[in-house]
């Protein structure tokens, strides 16, 4: 059974930031990549980065390189991402799952944490 909780989310300013967390309870999770996604309102799903299981390997999409870092904490079952330099277009739900590349497996999605950046 897996059961993702995230938090973090708010209101905040462009060109501010936010550091989100995500909650696992995943058997076995430090064998897990995990990564984060967004759907911004009325749009699709998006990928936007993921790390491996011991963390020594990070990817992100192109339109958050440089900005945010994925980061995990496997003592606490915990996954972060810390985005800065947020633009308003950033606005969405952000979601974590465990991945497989950059496919979601296992679980579902859960309710996600709001970011909205206003401009």
């Known amino acids: 059974q897996v059961r993702l909780v995230e938090s973090g989310g708010g209101l905040v300013q462009a060109g501010g930031s936010l550091r989100l967390s995500c909650a696992a309870s995943v058997l076995a999770f430090s064998s897990h990549a995990m990564g984060w996604f967004r759907q911004p309102p009325g749009k699709e799903r998006e990928f936007v980065a993921v790390?491996?299981?011991?963390?020594?390997?990070?990817n992100y999409a192109d339109s958050v390189k440089g900005r945010f870092t994925i980061s995990r904490d496997n003592g606490k079952n915990m996954v972060y991402l810390q985005m800065n330099s947020l633009k308003p277009e950033e606005t969405a739900v952000y979601y974590c799952?465990?991945?497989?590349?950059?496919?979601?497996?296992?679980?579902?999605w859960g309710q996600g944490t709001q970011v909205t950046v206003s401009s």
């Open positions: 799952r465990v991945v497989v590349g950059i496919q979601p497996v296992i679980g579902s």
């Open positions: 790390i491996s299981s011991n963390g020594g390997s990070r």
